[in-house]
């Protein structure tokens, strides 16, 4: 059997990574309706099996490897600081600002406990919008849902850390460590491994919560699978095995990182299936469900009396409905933005001129 590398999976048309995060997004709303509706008596079948991971910390998992995958890549192969930036700028924060706003100016006033007035002129309203933008995470607006201990919108936290991610990655890159191969996935092999090391809390891994700690080792894991794309194969075999495998330890940080990057491989594979690939996906909506599926269903399940089927289909559909709105209007015409405004740029590095000079130099 010819198993792909990763460069052919990266390649257009090589991958249903669309698809992946859809399922990832989506997966994220099944887990939270089980916090958010106590009522029901009803545990997450992947917390209630392992005990150490759970379904939405395993599909924020997956988000954050296929990110450090294309991420990386990009940055990689165009070599431009200045296009990472902007790209990755006008892909988080577009749709951020969309949920933050109508969160807090539509939804609010009309959720709130409090009359209009003192619901408006609270400063709670401002800090959750504006902290909010600059990743300083609130989750709280007077008087609005506050039957819950998980705020308006739960999911906010984990784009802190793909930021951080991304600047780390960027700063990385500055450092020239991307130039060879060997000390960049080093680099990201120490990254892997520090949860389960004498090195944890030294780098990334301070919290002793894997549905943390483990963010920075699985985008690695992507970045490590960019760097050696021509070199890795994609197969079904190594994600078995790293699930096998975690029954062989007694730490649970062990086990729970064996899972995760089990999860993650096995995402990358099957989204090179032709099966797969066949699932046409025409709007990148992933983003838009992940941030809107988390205050719609409360809301569903505030004011509605539903059951478990009835409460995750109608917050699903409803969540990608205004995902959908989310990507024509707001993120599609900011990455569309993104590309005008990096076109034709090139990196002085990477120009004639440049080359020629430090031959030149080189040779005096």
């Avoid at 008087?143 to 850390?161: D, F, Q």
């Avoid at 269903?297 to 505030?302: G, T």
């Amino acid at each position: 059997m010819t198993y792909k590398t990763a460069s052919q999976i990266i390649s257009r048309d090589g991958n249903n990574l669309d698809l992946i995060r859809l399922l990832a997004s989506i997966s994220v709303i099944i887990y939270h309706s089980f916090a958010l509706n106590p009522q029901w008596g009803l545990i997450d079948p992947i917390k209630n099996t392992f005990g150490y991971v759970t379904t939405g910390g395993l599909a924020v998992k997956i988000f954050f490897f296929i990110s450090g995958i294309l991420v990386a890549n990009s940055l990689i192969t165009r070599k431009s600081i200045y296009h990472f930036i902007v790209s990755r700028f006008l892909r988080i924060f577009p749709g951020l600002l969309f949920v933050l706003f109508i969160s807090s100016f539509l939804i609010g006033p009309v959720l709130s406990t409090l009359p209009f007035r003192d619901y408006i002129s609270s400063g709670e309203v401002y800090s959750y919008f504006f902290n909010n933008i600059i990743l300083d995470t609130r989750y709280f607006l007077p008087g609005v849902l506050e039957s819950n201990k998980y705020g308006v919108n739960g999911s906010l936290w984990t784009i802190r850390y793909e930021v951080i991610a991304y600047i780390v990655l960027l700063a990385l890159f500055l450092t020239g460590v991307n130039k060879n191969k060997i000390i960049s996935s080093l680099v990201c092999a120490i990254i892997i491994v520090e949860p389960i090391s004498p090195l944890k809390g030294y780098l990334f891994a301070s919290s002793d919560n894997n549905a943390i700690y483990l963010l920075a080792p699985c985008f690695a894991l992507g970045v490590l699978i960019a760097i050696n794309k021509d070199s890795y194969k994609a197969t079904m075999l190594l994600p078995v095995i790293l699930f096998a495998s975690q029954f062989l330890f007694s730490d649970n940080s062990i086990r729970s990182l064996l899972i995760c990057f089990s999860a993650c491989l096995f995402s990358f594979s099957l989204s090179s299936l032709s099966i797969v690939k066949k699932i046409k996906i025409n709007n990148d909506i992933s983003y838009g469900v992940y941030l809107w599926g988390f205050p719609i269903q409360q809301i569903y399940s505030q004011y509605l009396e539903l059951s478990f089927i009835a409460n995750v289909i109608l917050s699903i559909v409803t969540a990608m409905i205004i995902a959908l709105i989310s990507w024509l209007r707001i993120e599609k015409p900011s990455i569309i933005l993104g590309k005008k405004i990096t076109k034709g740029f090139i990196p002085p590095y990477m120009t004639d001129s440049f080359h020629k000079k430090r031959t030149e130099n080189q040779e005096k």
